[in-house]
């Protein structure tokens, strides 16, 4: 399997960049000689949103999410835990694919809406300080490039809903990609775990700052902690503000001032 930095490291070398006002010629539909077959024994690296959006489109938890749908994949260079999408063993297919497509389209994930469009992130790859830049991705099975409405990149984001995860998507960046990750050749299993859980298992969070002494050791305001309590969407914010604060050494939260003297 080809690492997620071996991949990057191919598309910043090998694909043509592209911007936001670039035009492409794309559709994807029933008609379609190879509809479903890009959703076969494919690498699909979810985000924080991602498992957000499909755990409740499914109403399971999120640690049941992550147990029957994903995969921690292992790399030597991985500096903090990634998660993926785990294929059907037999035939390799999405699970989420059925006969008339993907049946959790209205909450699929980021990369399969900008699919045939991905983002590359030059960042991912240590000592490139390059911008981020959009590509094609052309696979030899896909037949959508041979007809359909052209598109500007910025008109296919638009037209397949991915607005809404941008905003989450470059808060995750600008957590994973800290140089606290990029600049340290390890991370203590523990911190590992909590990093996992304030992103991933937001259920499992919730639980944590809910049910232990949490709400006793942080000044949180009562407005927010209404909004953590009931929706995913804040509380993954509050997730990646705690991640900032108890990894990272910054001030996205505060302290009780009992609790504060004693870090001192």
Aim: charged content about 35%; overall charge negative; hydrophobic content about 35%.
């Amino acid at each position: 399997m080809v690492t997620k930095k071996e991949f990057t490291e191919k598309i910043l070398t090998e694909y043509p960049r592209m911007e936001k006002t670039d035009k492409f010629k794309f559709a994807c539909h029933p008609g379609v000689s190879c509809f479903n077959q890009c959703c076969n024994d494919v690498n699909i690296f979810l985000t924080p949103y991602d498992i957000i959006r499909v755990k409740n489109r499914l109403g399971i938890t999120s640690g049941e999410f992550l147990e029957k749908y994903t995969l921690l994949p292992i790399e030597e260079n991985l500096k903090h835990p990634i998660i993926m999408l785990r294929m059907d063993e037999e035939t390799k297919n999405c699970p989420f694919v059925g006969k008339e497509g993907c049946t959790v389209y209205e909450d699929r994930p980021w990369s399969c809406r900008m699919f045939p469009v991905g983002v590359a992130s030059p960042k991912e790859v240590e000592n490139n300080d390059d911008k981020e830049f959009f590509f094609l991705l052309k696979e030899d099975v896909c037949k959508g490039f041979d007809g359909g409405n052209e598109w500007t990149v910025e008109e296919w984001m638009k037209n397949q809903g991915v607005d809404e995860y941008v905003e989450l998507g470059d808060m995750f960046k600008d957590v994973s990609l800290h140089e606290y990750f990029t600049g340290t050749k390890g991370v203590e299993p523990v911190k590992l775990e909590m990093f996992y859980m304030a992103c991933y298992d937001l259920d499992k969070f919730r639980t944590f700052v809910f049910g232990s002494t949490f709400l006793k050791r942080f000044k949180v305001d009562a407005e927010r902690i209404e909004k953590i309590k009931k929706d995913d969407t804040e509380l993954l914010k509050f997730g990646f503000d705690f991640i900032r604060f108890s990894l990272f050494g910054e001030k996205t939260l505060q302290l009780c001032d009992e609790y504060s003297q004693q870090t001192r």
